[in-house]
């Protein structure tokens, strides 16, 4: 006789409340290819935040213990000087949409932060990556069939997007999900034939979706993932141990946006010169990223501390550089809402590396070790520290405070 499997209230709410969290950091740029797109994404997190109500109690119970004291104090400490920023450049340009995207971001932070404390707590590790793997899985093939197939065309003003936004959100998601198929075969097993054979296809795809959208920091990210894979694969527990560290992670960090600076001259190096104009047939401009970087310490004159606004950045690049944004994941990040505020949100992170650090078996979350570091290298000439970034330090936040269950 067939048995019937009941799910508990509170997994399926769980479950509901990881949705739609993942879903405003996937779908976060859904808004440039499809009108008023962003109306959706705040209910999204007005359902996560009813779903968690029920495990908010026991949530509170688990916060008080020494292990999440010194996490509590820098997110808190990170919400009232971004609360600052907020306050001060509410008038600077876009007035009630800074508050908006303020209240957004703290929602998606406070929910991530619930629900990753939760499935530690709770054994849903496994799950969690499951889930998201699944969900990244439903979203790539629908994406990758209207792109082949040309069945909805999408545009934003001259420029060709996609279900998803840019071309750039496109090759990402391709990363994520190969990111995302190793997280769920190497936890707690080794990988089998078929799931190499799996493994290659998927980064194939990565690479082709990217030359097919005319992509090519997918390319590069690609072949990152694949390179950082295989040297802590063969490597192991040294290797990742030195990447863990949060030393090294700040140093990768503040290097990305110090390079910045530093790139008008590496680019016009004879060997990186020929690579950027004969072989990735771009200008030496990087599309404009020269110009934006030359003219940034210049332009953020009064403003380097507070910033100019957490949501203003598109109408603020493009009056103080001419471009859309400051092309840099840091220098992007301190441009909104300064040093100040990102000082914390970076301890933030490297607190959360610390206690991955301490964990023995690192190899069971190097894909996500991986990524990290892929987007923070891309970071130096692209804007990487999205909602996506947020939602994978979450993932390591939770797989560091696991609990060991018999």
């Given at each position: 006789m067939r048995q019937i499997r009941y799910i508990k209230l509170s997994s399926l709410m769980f479950n509901i409340a990881l949705i739609c969290v993942a879903s405003y950091a996937i779908l976060e740029n859904v808004g440039i290819s499809i009108d008023n797109f962003g109306n959706i994404q705040r209910p999204l997190l007005y359902v996560a935040a009813f779903c968690l109500i029920p495990l908010i109690g026991s949530i509170i119970k688990k916060l008080k213990r020494k292990e999440y004291f010194l996490s509590c104090m820098i997110l808190f400490i990170f919400f009232g000087t971004f609360l600052y920023s907020t306050l001060i450049n509410r008038d600077t340009v876009s007035g009630s949409g800074v508050i908006y995207a303020t209240i957004n971001l703290f929602l998606y932070v406070i929910e991530l932060f619930i629900l990753m404390v939760y499935a530690a707590e709770n054994n849903k590790i496994q799950s969690v990556f499951n889930l998201i793997f699944r969900y990244a899985l439903l979203?790539?093939?629908?994406?990758?069939?209207?792109?082949?197939?040309?069945?909805?065309?999408?545009?934003?003003?001259?420029?060709e997007t996609y279900l998803i936004g840019t071309k750039f959100s496109v090759a990402y998601l391709h990363i994520y999900l190969l990111a995302f198929y190793l997280l769920k075969y190497l936890f707690g097993k080794l990988l089998r034939l078929r799931q190499i054979v799996m493994l290659i296809i998927?980064?194939?795809?990565?690479?082709?979706?990217?030359?097919?959208?005319?992509?090519?920091?997918?390319?590069?990210?690609?072949?990152?993932?694949?390179?950082?894979?295989?040297?802590?694969?063969?490597?192991?527990?040294?290797?990742?141990?030195?990447?863990?560290?949060?030393?090294?992670?700040?140093?990768?960090?503040?290097?990305?946006?110090?390079?910045?600076?530093?790139?008008?001259?590496?680019?016009?190096?004879?060997?990186?010169?020929?690579?950027?104009?004969?072989?990735?047939?771009?200008?030496?401009?990087?599309?404009?990223?020269?110009?934006?970087?030359?003219?940034?310490?210049?332009?953020?004159?009064?403003?380097?501390?507070?910033?100019?606004?957490?949501?203003?950045?598109?109408?603020?690049?493009?009056?103080?550089?001419?471009?859309?944004?400051?092309?840099?994941?840091?220098?992007?990040?301190?441009?909104?809402?300064?040093?100040?505020?990102?000082?914390?949100?970076?301890?933030?992170?490297?607190?959360?590396?610390?206690?991955?650090?301490?964990?023995?078996?690192?190899?069971?979350?190097?894909?996500?070790?991986?990524?990290?570091?892929?987007?923070?290298?891309?970071?130096?000439?692209?804007?990487?520290?999205?909602?996506?970034?947020?939602?994978?330090m979450g993932l390591l936040f939770m797989w560091s405070h696991q609990k060991s269950y018999n």
């Open positions: 979203i790539t093939i629908i994406t990758d069939v209207i792109i082949f197939t040309g069945i909805v065309h999408f545009t934003n003003g001259a420029f998927l980064s194939f795809m990565a690479i082709w979706v990217s030359m097919r959208i005319d992509c090519n920091t997918g390319i590069i990210g690609s072949i990152l993932l694949v390179v950082f894979v295989l040297i802590f694969r063969v490597c192991r527990d040294k290797v990742l141990k030195v990447f863990s560290s949060p030393l090294l992670f700040i140093v990768f960090i503040f290097g990305s946006s110090i390079i910045a600076f530093l790139l008008e001259r590496i680019i016009h190096t004879p060997a990186i010169s020929d690579l950027i104009t004969n072989t990735l047939e771009r200008d030496l401009t990087l599309t404009g990223r020269t110009e934006i970087f030359s003219l940034y310490t210049l332009k953020m004159t009064d403003h380097w501390l507070w910033g100019y606004g957490y949501g203003n950045v598109y109408a603020v690049s493009m009056r103080l550089f001419g471009y859309a944004d400051a092309q840099n994941a840091l220098l992007q990040w301190v441009l909104q809402v300064g040093i100040i505020p990102i000082i914390f949100l970076i301890l933030l992170w490297a607190n959360i590396m610390y206690h991955v650090s301490m964990r023995k078996d690192l190899i069971k979350i190097m894909p996500i070790i991986a990524l990290i570091y892929v987007f923070i290298i891309l970071g130096t000439v692209e804007i990487t520290y999205s909602m996506n970034f947020f939602l994978w």
